[in-house]
């Protein structure tokens, strides 16, 4: 029994120390969608090359959490529930890291798009975008350390905005394409950035879905109203029911 | 001694369980790759949805193996360099999941595209890359289950073919979109198509990476000489140095 206790107790502080390290990663993640986004919008190619820098932290930080998290696998030998929150900050790392990559591009990007004639207007909705995403991703990893279900639904069903400023953003891009072929270039270049945007988005799902699953024991498809987000991309498939898509 | 030797068969049998189902996943993802570019040249709307349908295997298939990779973990207590080896396959078996999303996304466009007036060639060229990349990843699957660096290196130079082969069709795309405004949306469309098709490739080096540094130690940025793939995408940067990505 005490010996119980000890165990726990040891598992506990492992806990703490990488779930902290978690919780750094994300901040530096906030920080890269905020200034990506910044940098597209001020056209500042100097923010989006430190962007492009500071993503090697971000990603030395998730192979450190994954390492820390094997090793108390295989030291504390967790219980199924234990296990199950070893595994949540595994896949959270994983996302983390991702939704700091599509930041990393969305500012290699704007190294190329400074060189182009600016799209009027597109640089504002994106960064609203990126906005709402970074704001929902603060509040998945709340969600996480307060193991608070009901936030992380509130996350979930945010995402849903997001797709639909990115569908707003697809239409708006295709017009400006047809409208003058010069135009076509940084289309699809911001096109891509939306795209990504909608994708970080899609992580940060993910990463409340973690917290429901850790919380409810609810699997991703039993939450999840409507099926693969991509099929709420025009551009996949704008007439095809989501029905269509299990 | 004697113990030793127990736990480290026992340690063996469940890896060896776990690498058939690896290469299981392996062989569903090969299949959804070939299927999803036969159906997107063949212009097979029932292909095309019989791929997504099989992707539910593949997903069921990854959770499956990440759990039993965790429980190896939490019950044989590996020693460093077997601990390496299941962390591998968890990755391995995430690198999968997702190649298999990108063939079942390539299958969602082919229900939209069939809609559309054809871009000639281009689904020919799609076919071509998405062959290549289920070569690579057979190579990649074989390469791992024999430890060969070897093959693995191969593997990971090969992916500068498909980024060739991204980079011609990113330019026909533009050229066509540029020549008939009509052309546009089929051709963001295809765009996707073989930016994920790029993307799979992505995926099949990180494989081939994970193989390497089992065999041999090295990490990717030891063996990867040119940087973070996207940079070699003409849509990132056309005209900005490898170099200028680190």
New interface residues.
Partial sequence: MMEEQHIASVFDRDLEAVQARIMKMGGLVEQAILEASEALEARDEELAEKV?RDDLAIDDLEALI?EEC?RI???R??TAGD?RI??SI?KIA?NLERIG?YA??MA??T??LVQMQPISGAHTALRRMAREVEGMLRDSLDAYIQRDATLAKDVIARDRDVDQMYNALFREF?TF??ED?RN??AC??L??IA?NTERMGDHVTSIAEQVVYLVTGETPDEMRVKG?K??TDP??????PRS???
Same sequence: chains 1, 2.
């Fill in positions: 492009r994954q094997a696998i295989a030291l030998a967790p296990l070893v595994l595994m994983g990559d990393k591009n290699k990007r190294s190329v295709l394409m047809m072929p076509i270039t699809m270049h096109h891509f795209k693969d991509t099929s551009s996949v498939a704008p007439d095809v269509g898509d299990a």
